[in-house]
């Protein structure tokens, strides 16, 4: 899987767009971008993943560059539940993978 | 919404005691997971079920087992616990996105 490198801290206004970067410079056609978090001590949660196009769901939405490589998670409006660590992988979809999670981006969202 | 519930959220157990851990999914997921997560060592892949009574060794399998009966439930057993598997264990269901339980906290005394 190719490698991706996030900010390790942001923070962010509540009720503004929390915007969160990842570059993944060496990403390959069929690598999908993927975005889960983590709020301190429970499970990590799937947000959202892309191949090329934008992508938007109930969470948040997705943006792609072009050349894929890199790519923005937004939070349209960002509440204090949203304090967590944010993880972008990009990994090829084949048959039961296992994740890895690199350090990721730690967002606070302040009120 | 996909649910994947876990046994116990905190677990205190002995030197040498068998632990059980169990995970149950609703969606029907071909795929699950069991992971545990240790400051600065990340997310480790233990075990892994791609079917019932089909089971694959991860990339820490050794002092655990994996049993799969029914395809909601993934149970993770620790033959005889010691205190380096005091950790947060988690389980996940799915294929092209895994969906994780809340993570049973274990300390082993």
């Known amino acids: 899987d190719a490698k991706t490198t996030q900010p390790p801290s942001m923070d962010c206004a509540e009720g503004r767009a929390a915007n969160l ?28 993943h892309g191949l090329k196009n934008n992508e938007t769901n109930e969470m948040a939405s997705l943006i792609i560059t072009e050349d894929r490589k890199s790519s923005t998670l937004i939070l349209p409006h960002a509440t204090l539940r949203d304090t967590a660590v944010y993880y972008c992988i990009v990994r090829i979809i084949q048959g039961a993978q296992k994740l890895v999670f690199g350090q990721g981006t730690r967002l606070t969202i302040n009120p | 919404d996909v649910k994947v519930t876990q046994s116990s959220r905190y677990l205190v157990k002995r030197t040498g005691e068998k632990v059980f851990l ?25 075990y892994f079920s791609y079917d019932v009574k089909m089971k694959e060794k991860g990339d820490i399998p050794e002092g655990y087992s994996v049993s799969r009966e029914k395809k909601e439930r993934f149970s993770l057993i620790l033959e005889s616990a010691s205190t380096n598997q005091t950790s947060m264990y988690l389980c996940a269901s799915g294929v092209y996105e895994q969906y994780f339980g809340p993570g049973t906290r274990l300390t082993v005394t």
């Open chain 1, 21 to 48: 970067p990842c570059n993944h410079s060496t990403i390959s056609g069929n690598e999908y971008v993927y975005w889960y978090r983590q709020i301190h001590s429970q499970g990590p949660q799937y947000i959202i």
């Open chain 2, 22 to 46: 169990e995970c149950v999914q609703d969606m029907d997921h071909e795929n699950m997971f069991w992971y545990r997560q240790d400051p600065g060592l990340g997310l480790r892949l233990i």
